[in-house]
Antibody
Framework: QVQLVQSGAEVKKPGASVKVSCKTSGYTFTNHDIHWVRQATGQGLEWMGW????????GFPQNFQGRVTITRDTSITTAFMELSSLTSEDTAVYYC????????????WGQGTRVTVSS | QSVLTQPPSASGSPGQVVTISCSGSSSNIGSNNVNWFQQLPGTAPKLLIYSTDLRPSGVPERFSASKSGTSASLAISGLQSEDEADYYC???????????FGGGTKLTVL
């Protein structure tokens, strides 16, 4: 069965960076994009960017351009999301999710990684 | 604020039908499939409806969805207490070149 398993919770200081991993299994890693979505407590879902695991090509919304890096290691079918210059407003649960296909959203989600930014 | 607009809350009694709306634009709902997600408290979202009106295996037939123009809706019939959750609509946005989500609707079963 399709699974996306993320790394554990993180606590970071303002100005630091955080890197979250997303280990996938149960499907061909290079056949589906990986998206990253975050959710602040009590808030909705916010898309952060996507990556094509085959090519490594990425795309980001303007508000995350330059602050988010998405990479992958195809040998271990794992994607990574690094967010830099953290502020308290980045405190949220971060999810990776598998893309459904062209001009579509996502289907399977990771369990989420809580990132807390606090001095 | 979210690109897709949903009512913040909805409610119904057990056995009733509840409908949740999702309003977008020509660059998202108007030109692409709509997906719906159910998020139970403390868990990750789960795909509930894909390709506008299709249910993944395991999702009860009580859940149905449709789309008209730049709006979509999710209907839950025979409401059950276990349906109490947050529901999100989503669609690819051609202008953003990425997925956009609704702000979520918190469903309360009275």
């Amino acid at each position: 069965q399709v699974q996306l398993v993320q790394s554990g919770a993180e606590v970071k200081k303002p100005g630091a960076s955080v890197k979250v991993s997303c280990k996938t299994s149960g499907y061909t890693f290079t056949n589906h994009d990986i998206h990253w979505v975050r959710q602040a407590t009590g808030q909705g879902l916010e898309w952060m960017g996507w990556m094509n695991p085959k090519s490594g090509h990425t795309g980001f919304p303007q508000n995350f351009q330059g602050r988010v890096t998405i990479t992958r290691d195809t040998s271990i079918t794992t994607a990574f999301m690094e967010l830099s210059s953290l502020t308290s407003e980045d405190t949220a649960v971060y999810y990776c999710a598998r893309g459904r296909g062209y001009y579509d959203t996502v289907d399977y989600w990771g369990q989420g990684t809580r990132v807390t930014v606090s001095s | 604020q979210s690109v897709l607009t949903q009512p913040p809350s909805a409610s119904g009694s057990p056995g009733q039908v509840v409908t949740i709306s999702c309003s977008g634009s020509s660059s998202n709902i108007g030109s692409n499939n709509v997906n719906w997600f159910q998020q139970l408290p403390g868990t990750a979202p789960k795909l509930l409806i894909y390709s506008t009106d299709l249910r993944p295996s395991g999702v009860p037939e009580r859940f149905s969805a449709s789309k008209s123009g730049t709006s979509a809706s999710l209907a839950i019939s025979g409401l059950q207490s276990e349906d109490e959750a947050d529901y999100y609509c989503a669609a690819w946005d051609d202008s953003l070149n990425g997925p956009v989500f609704g702000g979520g609707t918190k469903l309360t079963v009275l």
